[in-house]
Structures are given as structure tokens and as C-alpha cells.
């Protein structure tokens, strides 16, 4: 786990922002940023590149928030929330759901740590499997394309299959480029001619 | 017999009042129901409380069922539209200073307001709606698409805000729920162009929402919310009960809006800018009339298409409007069921009668501004 995250905490109230950045800092976590005034948030998020933002439950700006996450395609971004009172079936709850919310209690510092280690791991281990899904989902895809090339060339070339990757990877190779990007060319041609 | 509690999550905008005035003039207690109204920041704290089960049903955005029931809007859960709670009720303003820069436009002229948008040229438009997964922002991105060199910035800021926004200069323009349109005219920050309707003649606006195991868990309570939510409604739409739904509305702790501030909605009359006379807007905002309260699934449909849902997806959403449990629950109380379940969004230019089963329903306007269909039965796709 990275030890320098960027937490943005969003707050306009004054006393609390404080209370929250000492138990951050406290916590050892040093490179936090307080937002106060909304209307710059979305530059905020897009200039600060948080880890993960931190905002009250009760915070009519969640929706804003949740839309900037939305275009800065930062999904990913852990947003975790706090409230005002101990309510720790909510906190299991959202942990449980997992995706972006999580519940710190505001109020009792000596709990936010604990809380925000298990939410960011959270966070780190679903982003590690969303990329590991998105790797194993491109692979296929790139298999997907490079045999439809290899078949456009067995028909209109009357080559093996053997050869017809063969030569695809010539090609790449020659050309400088990867064989995906050759075959996508060659899908992309014979879908257009036929 | 104590009646049971409901947790029912609420927005504080003008069209939650099928909930307040379901708990307010006993329609929930002649069903043998409290409903406990929790007041929400957020739609995503809204959203959020539903899914984690701290709420038991709530109003929602017509579109959040539906991009959630496809994978999009930030918490994966199972989240059923039950019935619709209001149809329209959204208006389209522009600020001062872009009010200059256009034509004179007529009210609810959403072609030519359009291409006068267009023509101008300058920087991308800044436009505020309420929240992405919303069908203000849906029917923002339908009519700007139809020109194309229009360019615009969705900003979300929440409704109470707008005004703020448009007097700060943050946005250009706004796509939002009332009362928080008239708001902004009464300030004089900006003014009225169109309402919702002018796009979209019927648009599904809010849905009463439950988690789909509670629904499963929990058919007695299910029937028992929808038919005190169908009274509610009904009585919203009497337009003799009109004066006294603003009346206890404007009254009641749960909206905490002046009576002046809710008047325009509920009877369909809008001041468009400041100092002008109240234009009278037909179907501005709907609870009962011309079957509102029916989940079409083919309503569904259209808000997944506009989401870039597939066929899967599609389908996926037209099962989260559960015109069964309407079908199920409501004939106790003599409601008029349609025939079909989905019908070809936009194909209506006037009130048109369609069968029923007490033969008494007749369907209002659903036409898109554009003249566009959308048939989403399963043997045209």
C-alpha cells in the first residue's frame, strides 16, 4: 500500500476540517488537501488527482463528486464518507457493498484510521482485479481479431494457418508494429470491402 | 393494530408529494402503513441508504433504477421501480446574460430554441442539471444531439444551488425540478424557456423504488405502499384538491418550501421571467392522470437506450419496471389496467383511447420533440 495517498477532504465547515486533517495527519498521512468551497471542485479533483476523497454523508455535493468521477473516467477513485454517529452495522454494510462508499465515523478520530486502511485496501485490491479483468478481457479480444485476419488471409491466399500468422507477424515486424495492429488493419479493410 | 413502518427516502422537490400526501392525509394509514419520511442530501446518499437497507422504499430518479439495473451508477445492487410517481415537471432556463445573446423564442418552442443555441457561436454552453443518472440530463442530451455543433458541459450542481450557480456564473443554463426553476426566475438570475414536456411530451420524471429482495420478501408491504401511493396520487391530480395539496405541502416539515414556491408545479402555471405573466403549461407536472402512475416497461427502454445499454441490457431494464406487481396489487381498488405493458414511446400526438380493463383509459401526448418513435417490442429488435 502506498504510504504517500493524497486525501482531498471536502468540508465546508471550518472546526471539523481541522479535527479531520489532525487525525489524518495524526495518522500518517501528510499529503492532505481541504476543500471548502465547492464551485472548484471539479478542478480540484482533475489539478489534485486524489487517492481518495473524503466527504460528509450528508453532503449535498456527493452528486457532484460522483459525476466528476463519472467524466475523469476515476471510477476508481475511492470515495469514502464519514458521519456524524456511531453506526458501525452501516459502516460492515457499506465495507460489504464495497464499491465506492465507505462510512468513517466523524466524530471519534481514534477510528479513522483503522477504517480508511480497510476501505483504501478495499479499493486497492477491486482496482487491481478490475485491471486484471480489463487485461484478460483485451487479450481475448486480440485473439478474437488476429484469428479473423489469420482466416481472411487462409481464404484469399490459400495459406495454412501457420502461415498466414507467420505472415501477419512479418508484416508487423517489417512495419514496426505490433501484430494486433495489423490484424485490426486487415479486419477493418475486408470488413470494408465486403 | 399498530400499523407497520416504512422507511420511504425523499428529495425535497415539489413532486415527492405522492409520499407526503400518502402519510399526511391517511392514505398510508387506511392500508395499515406509517411512513417514516427520511429526508435525503443526495441522490447518491439516497441511493446508497436504499441499497444498504436503511431505507425500505424511496423516490427516485427514474433513470437510477435503470442504470443500476445495467451496471452503471456507482453501487451494483438490484433496485425495482415499483410504479411511477410523477410524470414532467422539469423546466429548461437560461441565464441573463445568455437571454441577450438569443432572439426572442416562445415558451416551450424547444426546435427553434435549439437552433438559436446553435447559432450562436462561442464557447461550450454550461449547463447544470441535478445529477447524471437523471432525466433532466437525459432529455438535455436527447435535444442538444439533434444539433450537433452545439456544444455543451453537463455540470452537476445540486437543485437548491442553481440559482446560486447561474447568479455566480457557473453555469449558463439549467435543467431542473421544481420549485428550484421558479426560484431562480423569482430572484431574477435567469428565466424560463421550456419545461420538460416540450421534449418529451410523457416522460417517466420520479419512480418509487425498492430493493428487489425486500420486494421479494415482502409482497403484503408491497400492495400496501403502492395502492396508499395510488390514492395519493389520484387525490394530487383532482384539480379541486389542488389549492389544499399546495396548502399542506407548503406546510408540511418534509418539503420546507413557501406555498408561493410550489403553486407554480402543482398548477401548471409558471412565471417565466421575472415581472412577466404566468404561462399556462399544459401537463407540467402529472401524479395520476392518463395512467402516470403505469411503469411501462417500454419507458424503461428508452432510458436504457439513452444510457448506450445493448439488448441484454434492454431487457435487463425493461424487468426492473415491474409492471407485474402493478398488474398484481392495484386491481383491488378498481385501477384500470392497460392491455400491454409497453407501448411505441412518442407514437401519440393526442389523447387516445387503448384498451383497458374497465375500458376507461385514455393516454395523453407521449411525442418527442423531434416526431421520433421508439418501439421496443421484442419482435422489432
Not at chain 2, 23 to 50: H, K, T, Y
Request: hydrophobic residues 45%.
Amino acid at each position: 500500500m502506498s504510504t504517500n495517498l493524497r486525501i482531498l477532504v471536502v468540508e465546508p465547515d471550518q472546526t471539523r476540517v481541522r479535527d479531520i486533517v489532525d487525525a489524518l495527519n495524526a495518522a500518517g498521512w501528510s499529503d492532505v488537501k481541504a476543500l471548502g468551497h465547492v464551485a472548484a471542485l471539479d478542478r480540484t479533483v482533475k489539478d489534485y488527482q486524489p487517492d481518495i476523497v473524503l466527504i460528509d454523508l450528508a453532503n449535498p455535493d456527493r452528486d457532484t463528486l460522483e459525476h466528476i468521477s463519472y467524466v475523469t473516467e476515476t471510477e476508481k477513485r475511492a470515495v469514502a464518507l464519514f458521519v456524524d454517529h456511531t453506526d458501525d452495522n452501516l459502516t460492515k454494510a457499506a465495507l460489504n457493498a464495497g464499491v465506492s462508499a465507505y462510512v468513517v465515523d466523524g466524530l471519534t478520530m481514534n477510528r479513522i484510521k483503522p477504517v480508511l486502511e480497510t476501505a483504501i485496501a478495499r479499493f486497492q485490491i477491486m482496482r487491481q482485479l478490475q485491471s486484471e479483468l480489463d487485461a484478460a478481457k483485451q487479450a481475448l479480444e486480440d485473439r478474437k481479431t488476429i484469428d479473423r485476419a489469420k482466416g481472411i488471409l487462409m481464404r484469399q491466399r490459400g495459406l495454412t494457418e501457420d502461415a498466414a500468422y507467420n505472415l501477419l507477424r512479418k508484416t508487423a515486424m517489417d512495419q514496426g508494429r505490433k501484430v494486433i495492429d495489423v490484424a485490426q488493419a486487415l479486419v477493418t479493410a475486408a470488413d470494408l470491402l465486403s | 393494530m399498530s400499523a407497520t413502518v416504512l422507511n420511504c427516502g425523499y428529495v425535497p422537490l415539489v413532486d415527492c408529494a405522492p409520499l407526503v400526501i400518502a402519510q399526511e392525509l391517511g392514505f398510508a394509514a387506511e392500508e395499515g402503513l406509517a411512513l417514516n419520511l427520511v429526508r435525503q442530501p443526495s441522490w447518491s446518499a439516497l441511493r446508497d441508504m436504499l441499497a444498504l437497507g436503511h431505507l425500505d422504499a424511496a423516490q427516485m430518479l427514474s433513470p437510477m433504477p435503470v442504470a443500476m439495473s445495467i451496471g452503471l451508477g456507482g453501487l451494483a445492487a438490484e433496485i425495482d421501480t415499483l410504479m411511477v410517481l410523477s410524470v414532467n415537471g422539469t423546466v429548461f432556463g437560461i441565464s441573463n446574460a445568455l437571454a441577450e445573446t438569443l432572439d426572442l423564442v416562445p415558451f416551450g418552442d424547444a426546435r427553434q430554441l435549439l437552433n438559436q443555441l446553435a447559432s450562436r457561436d462561442g464557447t461550450s454552453l454550461r449547463i447544470g442539471v441535478p445529477f447524471h443518472y437523471s432525466m433532466h440530463r437525459l432529455l438535455l442530451s436527447y435535444w442538444t444531439s439533434a444539433a450537433p455543433n452545439l456544444k455543451i458541459t453537463e455540470v452537476t450542481v445540486p437543485p437548491p444551488r442553481m440559482a446560486d450557480a447561474m447568479a455566480d456564473g457557473h453555469v449558463d443554463a439549467f435543467w431542473v425540478g421544481e420549485p428550484w426553476g421558479s426560484v431562480a426566475v423569482q430572484r431574477g438570475v435567469g428565466q424560463l424557456m421550456m419545461a420538460g414536456r416540450d421534449v418529451w411530451q410523457f416522460a417517466p420524471e420520479k419512480v418509487l423504488a425498492a430493493r428487489r429482495d425486500w420486494v421479494r420478501e415482502h409482497d403484503g408491504r408491497v400492495g400496501q405502499l403502492m395502492r396508499a401511493v395510488f390514492h395519493a396520487s389520484r387525490w394530487l391530480d383532482a384539480p379541486k384538491n389542488k389549492p389544499l395539496a399546495v396548502e399542506i405541502l407548503g406546510r408540511s416539515e418534509h418539503l420546507r418550501l413557501s406555498p408561493d414556491l410550489i403553486d407554480p408545479a402543482v398548477s401548471g402555471h409558471l412565471v417565466p421571467k421575472q415581472g412577466a405573466h404566468p404561462i399556462e403549461v399544459n401537463r407540467f407536472l402529472q401524479f395520476h392522470k392518463h395512467a402516470a402512475t403505469f411503469p411501462w416497461r417500454s419507458q424503461a427502454a428508452w432510458i436504457a437506450e439513452q444510457l448506450g445499454a445493448d439488448a441484454d441490457g434492454l431487457s435487463r431494464a425493461k424487468a426492473c419496471f415491474r409492471s407485474d406487481l402493478y398488474r398484481k396489487h392495484l386491481p383491488q381498488i378498481g385501477t384500470d389496467m392497460p392491455g400491454a405493458s409497453e407501448k411505441v414511446e412518442g407514437s401519440l400526438q393526442f389523447d387516445t383511447a387503448v384498451a383497458s380493463s374497465r375500458g376507461h383509459m385514455i393516454l395523453a401526448p407521449d411525442a418527442f420533440f423531434d416526431g421520433k418513435t421508439f418501439d421496443f417490442s421484442d419482435q422489432k429488435r
